[in-house]
């Protein structure tokens, strides 16, 4: 059974950078799906922040590709998100989730952690 | 590039159909037969219950369609029931290579 779980700091300082990790279960990233993460903030709907495909090849939504990385730890089957120059537009819950076709058909997706962006 | 556009709401009492619209462009919807269908309930992670604009994955109800006309999209619940009240969200690959979702709909069983 695949199982997604994110994990790092559930408060940010406005200008710093919000760093999450994803842990995966029972299946290896290193396999032909794409890896990546959503976000939600409080309230309002879902938005795309970018995938990883097994290679390392990234793909970033445009409005946020400036502050945004995601990379790749096969050796520990994890993935992570790197978020810079965080506002408090950024505070969110923040999903990682594995899909298709860079992040369509996502069958499998973390419980999500809460970020909150304040000083 | 823009969300995909759905209604902020629709409602239907028990055992009555509704459906939920995904209007996108010729670089998404329009061009791709792939948009997925979720639903999330409070303080839960989406599941998917459509993919490939049609396609049930194993364990979601038959009650649950979905269709493509164009550049929209649609689901379809029938017979509806109390759990199915929940939000739902559209996403489409797009010709630029990204993804997008829409902006969400809250289903209220009457």
């Known amino acids: 059974q695949v199982q997604l779980q994110e994990s790092g700091p559930g408060l940010v300082k406005p200008s710093e950078t919000l760093s999450l990790t994803c842990a995966v279960y029972g299946f290896s990233i290193s396999t032909n799906y794409y890896w990546g993460w959503i976000r939600q903030p409080p309230g309002k709907g879902l938005e795309w922040i970018g995938s990883?495909?097994?290679?390392?090849?990234?793909y970033y939504n445009p409005s946020l590709k400036s502050r945004v990385t995601i990379s790749e730890d096969r050796s520990k089957n994890q993935f992570s998100l790197n978020l810079t120059s965080v506002t408090a537009a950024d505070t969110a819950v923040y999903y990682c989730a594995r899909g298709h076709t860079v992040m369509i058909t996502i069958a499998y997706w973390g419980p999500g952690t809460l970020v909150t962006v304040s000083s | 590039q823009s969300a995909l556009t759905q209604p902020d709401s629709v409602s239907g009492s028990p055992g009555q159909s509704i459906t939920i619209s995904c209007t996108g462009t010729?670089?998404?919807?329009?061009?791709?037969?792939?948009v997925s269908w979720y639903q999330q309930y409070p303080g839960k992670a989406p599941k998917l219950i459509i993919s490939?604009?049609?396609n049930r994955p194993s364990g979601v109800s038959n009650r649950f369609s979905g269709s493509k006309s164009g550049n929209t999209a649609s689901l379809t619940i029938s017979g509806l029931q109390a759990e199915d009240e929940a939000d739902y969200y559209c996403n489409s690959y797009t010709t630029s290579n990204t993804v997008l979702f829409g902006g969400g709909t809250k289903l209220t069983v009457l």
């Open positions: 990883i495909y097994v290679g390392g090849n990234t």
């Open positions: 010729s670089s998404d919807v329009g061009t791709y037969n792939t």
């Open positions: 490939e604009v049609s």
